[in-house]
């Protein structure tokens, strides 16, 4: 019996072992020196002013919400195809989530039913690089200029990708990022927030540290007691441990991107042409794909068939997922917040279609090859 293929997978080094028992060494525990070692890593790398390190990508969406000043009944338009995180942390910061239609080919927001749905209400505009692909920032920045709205990326894909030949996360006024498990670099669980608006990271900092005017580190080093609460915040620090892990994580990032490619363009070059096995586009004009997913929609003689489908690959040991029920249909959205049945017809439509392929950094050519061909007997077995 063969080891079983996951569609994602961590990758830890005994470097970033060390860099974490490195830390447990020194015994600052929490937010320490590494910290702001990694947000200046991560502003050089992504190539912006202010990076500002959380507990986690929901924590940094939820930041970023909060800053905004929700009111209630106030909207915030965000794509339907993406991680419920995008939509939950909206109603955690007083707002109401609008259900955005996606571009059947990239799932990323449709730009005329964004158009559609901005109203006096909007107050902000999300967008998520779906699977790595970035976003229309260009087009995207018109819209909301024109509307005078912010502009939001839930860039949780697109770590290591770029637009017009700057990395993803100096494009949107607000790009958040995860850490977490899964994503193209990890550290157990962690967020980024990165902006240029200096006010606004200042905020963040604060809300972090429950508002607190002082951190822990400037209180020892001033040798003063006092505090001073002007707003209420949260606990959404990073640790030290975190920091570290994140941050010897970074020094791989583009090696996994390349290997992330790499895989991609196999898988690419098998499905050309087959019409039951269609891959989402990858190729942008002036982009670069950060490659977090690999996307393809059952078609032709597998169209309907996602269930057997995933079934049998999950049987041949090719743990496939889906990426993503349209949040728009789940229960309490559909109950709570959108009345509007048919809000999003082309991600209720390609949903069904939606099967997610195995890529990943350690994955290896002999495993790609396995999935490829396991995928292709079970279209083969749907041909007769
Ligand atoms: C992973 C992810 C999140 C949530 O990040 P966490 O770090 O798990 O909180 C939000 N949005 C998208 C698109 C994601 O992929």
Redesign the pocket.
């Known amino acids: 019996m063969k080891k079983d293929i996951p569609y994602a997978a961590p990758w830890v080094t005994e470097e970033d072992i060390e860099a974490v028992a490195e830390v447990l060494r020194s015994g600052w525990l929490t937010t320490g020196p590494k910290v702001p070692e990694l947000e200046a890593a991560f502003e050089a790398y992504v190539g912006c002013a202010e990076a500002v390190a959380v507990?986690?990508?929901?924590?940094?969406?939820h930041s970023v919400y909060r800053y905004l000043d929700l009111k209630p009944g106030d909207e915030v338009l965000l794509p339907t195809m993406?991680?419920?995180?995008?939509a939950n942390?909206v109603v955690f910061a007083g707002g109401t989530p609008r259900f955005v239609d996606v571009d059947p080919d990239t799932l990323c927001l449709d730009l005329s039913d964004l158009e559609n749905k901005i109203s006096d209400r909007t107050k902000a505009v999300v967008g998520?690089?779906?699977g790595g692909f970035p976003l229309d920032y260009e087009n995207l920045r018109t819209i909301c200029d024109r509307h005078h709205l912010p502009l939001i990326a839930?860039?949780?894909?697109a770590l290591g990708g770029s637009y017009q030949n700057t990395k993803i996360g100096a494009q949107a006024d607000f790009h958040?990022?995860?850490?977490?498990a899964?994503?193209s670099i990890s550290c157990g669980?962690?967020?980024m927030i990165t902006t240029r608006d200096t006010e606004a990271a200042k905020y963040f900092r604060l809300f972090r540290n429950h508002g607190m005017t002082k951190t822990v580190q400037e209180r020892s080093t001033h040798q003063s007691w006092e505090y001073f609460l002007e707003t209420p915040g949260l606990n959404y620090r990073m640790s030290d441990m975190q920091a570290a892990m994140a941050l010897s994580q970074m020094k791989r990032l583009d090696d996994g991107l390349e290997r992330r490619h790499k895989v991609a363009q196999i898988y690419l070059e098998a499905f050309k042409g087959d019409r039951a096995l269609r891959p989402l586009t990858m190729h942008h004009d002036t982009g670069i794909h950060a490659h977090?997913l690999f996307v393809i929609k059952l078609d032709g003689v597998l169209l309907g068939k996602r269930t057997e489908v995933f079934q049998a690959l999950h049987e041949a040991g090719i743990k496939v997922n889906v990426?993503?029920k349209p949040v728009h249909t789940q229960p309490f959205y559909a109950h709570h917040f959108d009345a509007d049945k048919n809000a999003c017809p082309t991600a209720e439509a390609i949903y069904p279609q939606l099967l997610s392929l195995p890529i990943f950094s350690t994955i290896t050519d002999e495993d790609v090859d396995r999935v490829i061909e396991v995928v292709r007997g079970i279209c083969d077995l749907a041909n007769g």
């Not at 507990?55 to 969406?61: C, D, E, F, I």
């Not at 993406?82 to 995008?86: E, H, I, R, V, Y």
């Open positions: 507990g986690s990508g929901t924590a940094a969406l993406t991680f419920l995180a995008t942390a998520v690089d779906y839930d860039s949780c894909h958040t990022f995860s850490f977490h899964l994503k669980e962690g967020g977090h990426h993503y």
